[in-house]
């Protein structure tokens, strides 16, 4: 897991020679795509800003799953559930202060533990094992109009090794450097695996996620439009670095968490695709 400090954030490296649509076709940034500002994948990803007086910064990503819901990594919402104030921003631009762009409050967040805390000690042993790297976010107010909330796919089934995934995020637009987008950036990368609710993927080829994308989403790209399957969590086998693997939490896998939590808040209902 990419453990982040409030304030710091993570993005997608992407390679130049992958092949956009001509939707998502924007500005070539340090080996990445930067998503097209009325495109389907700026409409429901979204950023995680602090918000301190009056000045913003993203941490984190997620993605906009019902009108109200926003999932992304239990780690990104550490900071709401420890006092901090934290909104998200809708938009493929991030800003600095907080009258500017859209910003909506957030009601309430539940973790996956949260909800289903171990019990006992092989339980908890177990537990750490586990990827659980998921949350829920209610929003106090609906999304703006022109989001567009996307399905979760609803089975595992449908993911195999080699697969290529498309995955965005706000942050780092390059590994040694703290400099941080403040545009969406995009990229793809292929599965590697599929096993224990996580999806692991290949960041060898100089693309991928990286400091800030944490929490932000994995889409399969359809006929009918994007499809999120996974929530970044962070380096694999306790790598820190974004040029290995690097594991996101496997939404079909959470499926009966991301519906209870769903029913809990209030929510407007999930979508689930085959």
Known sequence: MWMLLPLVALVACSNKNSGPSPEMQGEKI??????????????????????????????????????????????????????????????????SSKNEGELREIERAYTYDMVYPPHGMADAMRSINELK??????????????????????????????????????????????????????TNVNIVKVEDRRIEVDQTKGTGACWGDSGGPAYLKTDKGLVVVGATSGAAYGDQ??????????????????????????????????
């Open 133 to 186: 790297d998921v949350a829920l976010i209610k929003l106090v107010t609906q999304a703006p109009k022109w989001a567009v909330p996307v399905p979760i796919l609803g089975s595992e089934s449908s993911l195999a090794a080699d697969q290529e995934l498309l995955i965005a995020g706000f942050g780092r637009t390059q590994e040694d450097s703290s400099a941080m987008s403040k545009f969406l950036q995009w």
């Open 241 to 274: 670095d974004c040029h290995h693997h690097v594991v996101y939490a496997s939404l079909p896998g959470f499926r009966d968490f991301l519906v209870k939590v769903a029913e809990v808040l209030g929510g407007e209902a999930l979508v689930f695709t085959e």
């Open 30 to 95: 340090i080996n990445g795509q930067t998503a097209a500002f009325d495109g389907d994948l700026s409409r429901s990803t979204v950023a995680l800003v602090m918000v301190d007086a009056d000045r913003t910064k993203s941490f984190c990503t997620g993605t906009l799953v019902s009108k109200d819901l926003v999932v992304t990594a239990a780690h990104c919402v550490d900071p709401l559930l420890s006092g901090y104030q934290v909104q998200v921003s809708f938009g493929s631009e991030t800003y």
